[in-house]
């Protein structure tokens, strides 16, 4: 192994830069020659490559998002597409490839890895921590972090004006950080898309809150609710919207909704991402020195631990159903 690239895919996640800080140095210092990608694998089908030093990477390790970019490349789902990156790669003599990104990343690093003899290690880089074989993924802790700060902001507003907040967090087809959230933040009703949820039920607790004298209420919903929760407005609208007027409608209770959006992918990474970033960005270096492929390296119970790519694909990472109910329980 002499030189080694690393790309960041998919949506980007705070922390990514430190782990790319990581790769860098830690490749550098094992007497590799780093080459960054831009725009993930859109930037490696084209070439787009940056030589990275030390000093490339200073100065980051405390910004969000991801100085190489990110991006979404529809080509290089094709084998087509991937031979061509595949010939980038050759064509700068690197013979290891990092990619820091969720599922769909990985899945598209495992297939290059099947049709060609550059050595893969996936980091997981992903708000939704929705990847098998690791405990955590970067930039999950930090969205957590975000979301409970909005829903501190927005409870004061709900207690000052008595009102029942429907808030949404992303979370497309995993509910784990919204699941999280509202148990750390104490969300009277959680909705995430693994668990169906019955409406009346979600509007007799709430009635019954506010029968004990509960001021406010919020209720954390994931964007992927939609599945659940069928609704005659527009299919492009958030469901958080419905969702909202369809509780006022019930029980007469004045409603707000706010969508968190994007701001949740955004921001410093906190110490918990930071040193994640740090720790798995250097394994990914040491499992490519080895000469496997086709790993992903995780941390399972605060330990580093290296996984097959393709079993992180396959499995499933389900939320917590006893966490599930714990949250309703102590929002009774
Ligand atoms: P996030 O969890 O933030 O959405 P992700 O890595 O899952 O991150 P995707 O958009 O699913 O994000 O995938 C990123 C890129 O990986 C895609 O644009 C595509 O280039 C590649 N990719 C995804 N799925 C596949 C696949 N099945 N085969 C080949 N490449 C894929």
């Known amino acids: 192994m002499k030189k080694v690239a690393v790309l960041t895919s998919g949506g980007d996640a705070p922390g990514m830069n430190a782990a790319i800080r990581a790769v860098v140095r830690k490749g550098i210092y094992e007497g590799l ?37 990110s991006a979404r490349s529809e080509e290089f789902r094709s084998k087509e597409g ?20 969720g599922d769909g990343s990985f899945k598209g690093a495992q297939l290059l890895g099947e049709e060609s003899d550059i050595k893969t290690v996936g980091i997981p880089g992903t708000i939704d921590n929705d990847i098998a074989c690791t405990d955590y993924s970067i930039g999950y802790d930090t969205a957590l972090n975000t979301i409970l700060d909005a829903m501190n902001k927005i409870r ?11 808030i949404e967090a992303m979370g497309r087809h995993s509910g784990f950080l919204t699941l999280m959230s509202g148990l750390a933040g104490g969300a009277e009703s959680i909705l995430i898309p693994e668990f169906d949820f019955d409406l009346d039920q979600v509007c007799q607790k709430l009635e019954a809150g506010y029968e004990r004298g509960k001021l406010h209420s ?11 929760f069928q609704t005659s ?11 909202g007027e369809e509780i006022s409608k019930r ?29 798995l960005g250097a394994a990914a270096v040491d499992v490519l ?5 086709n790993k992903m390296v995780g941390v399972i119970h605060d330990q580093i631990e290296v996984a097959e790519i393709e079993e992180a694909i396959e499995s499933q990472k389900d939320v917590d159903e006893g966490l599930y109910e714990l949250a309703d329980i102590l929002s009774l």
């Open 33 to 69: 020659k780093i080459i960054g990608v831009k725009r993930g694998y859109a930037g490696l089908i084209e070439g787009d490559f940056e030589p990275l030093e030390r000093r490339s990477v200073a100065d980051i390790i405390h910004r969000g998002g991801t100085f190489l970019r």
């Open 251 to 279: 029980i007469g209770l004045e409603t707000r909704v706010t969508v968190l959006g994007h701001l949740q992918r955004g921001g410093t990474p906190t110490a918990q991402d930071r040193l994640l970033a740090t720790r």
């Open 233 to 243: 407005r527009d299919l492009n609208e958030s469901k958080a919207f419905a969702l």
């Open 156 to 166: 004061d507003t709900a207690t000052s004006h008595e009102r029942t907040f429907v």
């Open 218 to 228: 919020i209720i954390l919903v994931a964007e992927g609710i939609g599945d659940n």
């Open 82 to 101: 991937r031979r061509k990156a595949v010939e980038q790669l050759k064509y700068i003599g690197a013979d290891g490839l990092v990619i820091i990104g």
């Open 289 to 293: 020195l080895t000469g496997e492929t």
